[in-house]
């Protein structure tokens, strides 16, 4: 199984907006509302801050908001903020109760 | 308080074996299953299995199958991964991570909400 594919890295200055992609195939992105992200800072474990696509779990800022067409899915950071720089991965469920995680996106706020 | 604390870090020779203990509280264990994720020196995060906490149903990843092993203990509300034949390329972070389960131990939730912090495991000659 294929990790999702996400573009290494993405920069910002502090209130503009960034979109990190999440390409998987027709057998996991494709196939399932089941894709998440996670916020990890280094040192830190991972946190959650989208489930089911687009669903923000209490205490995650509105600012962070997910969406999906198709193969592709993306999470939207809209205003980034200097706490904001961290590693994004998203990941899929992948049918028979497996999951695959994307490459990682290094978000920095300029 | 909800968390999952898990056991120190651990340095092993090729070939041996590291048991990772991951602690839940302030929720109900059963309730939930545990996920095992690792993380390699300057890689993403990869998947390893997960195990039904209720009924111990597991499922591996494919690439791991046959080395590794998932457990828990209801007594004391820990699971834990054992991974064998330990290599080089094993040098990892390991976390374990909650997501719920059904009544009949299966997933529920498709994501992973709560996090361990992590245990480093070094293979190292």
């Not at chain 1, 390409?23 to 509302?33: A, C, F, K, R």
């Not at chain 2, 839940?24 to 990869?46: C, D, H, K, M």
């Amino acid at each position: 199984q294929s990790a999702l594919t996400q573009p290494r890295s993405l920069s910002g200055s502090p209130r503009q907006s960034v979109t990190i992609s999440c390409t998987g195939t027709s057998s996991d992105v494709g196939n399932y509302n089941y894709v998440s992200w996670y916020q990890k800072h280094p040192g830190k474990a991972p946190k959650l801050m989208i489930s089911d696509v687009s669903k923000r779990p209490s205490g995650v800022p509105d600012r962070f908001s997910g969406s999906k067409s198709g193969n592709t899915a993306s999470l939207t950071i809209s205003g980034l903020q200097a706490e904001d720089e961290a590693d994004y991965y998203c990941c899929s469920y992948a049918g028979s109760y497996t999951y695959v995680f994307g490459t990682g996106t290094k978000v920095t706020v300029l | 308080q909800v968390q999952l604390v898990q056991s120190g870090a651990e340095v092993k020779k090729p070939g041996a074996s590291v048991k990772v203990s991951c602690k839940a509280s302030g929720y109900t264990f059963t309730s939930y299953g545990i996920n095992w994720v690792r993380q390699a020196p300057g890689q993403g995060l990869e998947w390893m299995g997960w195990i039904s906490a209720y009924n111990n149903n597991t499922d591996y990843a494919q690439k791991l199958q046959g080395r590794v092993t998932m457990t828990t203990d209801t007594s004391t509300t820990t699971a834990y991964m054992e991974l064998r034949s330990l290599r080089s390329d094993d040098t990892a972070v390991y976390y374990c991570a909650r997501a719920y389960y059904d009544s009949s131990g299966q997933p529920a939730e498709w994501y992973f909400d709560l996090w361990g912090r992590g245990t480093l495991v070094t293979v190292s000659s």
